[in-house]
């Protein structure tokens, strides 16, 4: 059979991190210590997304979702008032529309792009719509302009989820440019990685006044929860080292045990509870390493896309985007799925698996988001099938090869 990879090839196991990420990490450690702050770098880091995105506005949240709550709160919406989103979705979106007082409404995905269905988009628009949620999953782009057609028509905010998208274009214009405003996430399995954190950019004036407010009243984040995040990087870099001998996957348990890792979806979060860090303020200290980042991205977007090249051109399965699209990660159709990732995984490569369900991760509770079984037939099929696969900057291009000649071994069995 395959032989076994004895260095583990992850596609969520801290992706982005790299040597300096880490130092930077344990340095911000030692400055949070000594109560060394410096608020400039949140200025730096609003600077950089209002001068990428041409936007005069950009605030700052503890996460993507903390973004998308507060700003649905800004917009002033009757309670009950319907969100479209699609579904192949994180729990993250859904909460932050309940949250709100609104009410999430899910549109069925287009099979050959895994983003929202035009057609059913149409379907799903009712009176009480006010908004229009469109993600582009994995970094594909959505069929933006012509969603945009329709939320014109239907006098809705277009808010673009741009999660999966940072740097990604369609048709020469950026991702996050199109919608009335768009969000961010700075997780730990996203463009970049603060670990936790997120942004909101807008041109609109009006709601910047409300995001301001909504900006000024967060929380100081407590010490506890920024060491939880300013330890991640240094934790999972050097477990991932020792993954082969058992010692790395043994301190990643340890730590978690002794509550010294959070996990990116608590569990009140799977039964539509708010966690409290939704309502803290986010940290110059993860800033910091939101900006040493950002730094790299134009690095982190082109090896994606030679590494996306690579998947393209050797694995026998449908194809999603095309050459310029910049992947968060790969996805792939196999009428196998669960016997691929459970032999990958003893061959010592750990692939993607999201999505698993309509809304991720695994035992979200349904009822709790007004899903329906059935509402979303192509979600529903596509999430036996959907595999992804690694593109971050830790993935060699010899890597990407032999995952390539390991899911073609498998992928027709």
């Not at 040597?19 to 340095?27: S, Y």
């Not at 400055?31 to 936007?55: A, D, G, P, R």
Request: aromatic residues 12%; positive net charge; hydrophobic residues 40%.
């Amino acid at each position: 059979m395959f032989d076994l990879i004895k260095k583990p090839i992850t596609t969520s196991f801290a992706p982005n991190v790299q040597g300096d990420d880490v130092t930077l990490a344990l340095q911000q450690v030692l400055s949070l210590m000594f109560k060394s702050k410096n608020n400039q770098f949140i200025n730096t880091l609003k600077e950089w997304f209002c001068s990428y995105y041409h936007v005069k506005h950009c605030f700052v949240f503890s996460s993507g979702r903390a973004a998308l709550y507060y700003l649905l709160k800004s917009l002033n919406l009757e309670p009950g008032s319907e969100i479209v989103v699609q579904a192949l979705t994180c729990v993250a979106v859904p909460n932050s529309i309940i949250w709100s007082g609104l009410k999430p409404v899910y549109v069925d995905v287009d099979k050959k792009t895994l983003n929202m269905d035009i057609d059913d988009l149409r379907k799903k628009i009712s009176q009480k719509t006010k908004a229009i949620i469109i993600q582009h999953t994995f970094g594909i782009p959505a069929e933006i302009k012509m969603i945009k057609q329709i939320a014109d028509r239907n006098n809705l905010i277009l808010i673009e989820d741009c999660a999966h998208s940072l740097g990604g274009t369609y048709q020469g214009q950026k991702l996050g440019s199109f919608g009335d405003v768009a969000f961010f996430s700075f997780g730990r399995d996203k463009m970049i990685s603060s670990v936790f954190g997120g942004a909101i950019v807008t041109k609109n004036s009006s709601l910047a006044k409300k995001l301001a407010i909504c900006e000024n009243k967060l929380q100081q984040t407590p010490k506890s929860f920024l060491v939880k995040q300013l330890l991640f990087n240094p934790i999972y870099y050097f477990s991932l080292l020792l993954y082969p001998i058992i010692i790395g996957r043994i301190i990643i348990k340890l730590c978690f045990k002794i509550n010294l890792l959070s996990k990116a979806v608590y569990n009140e979060e799977k039964i539509g509870k708010m966690p409290q860090f939704i309502d803290y303020r986010f940290s110059p200290f993860l800033a910091k390493l939101a900006l040493n980042q950002l730094l790299k991205i134009d690095d982190f977007n082109q090896h994606r896309r030679q590494i996306a090249d690579i998947y393209t051109k050797l694995i026998k399965s449908d194809n999603f985007g095309d050459e310029i699209t910049i992947f968060l990660r790969y996805p792939i159709l196999l009428n196998n799925k669960n016997h691929v990732l459970t032999q990958a995984k003893k061959n010592g490569i750990y692939l993607g698996d999201w999505y698993s369900t309509p809304i991720t991760p695994i035992k979200t509770d349904f009822n709790a988001f007004f899903y329906i079984l059935d509402s979303c037939p192509n979600a529903e099929e596509l999430v036996h099938r959907l595999i992804n696969l690694p593109t971050h900057i830790n993935i060699k291009p010899d890597e990407a090869k032999k995952i390539c000649t390991f899911i073609n071994s498998l992928s027709f069995k």
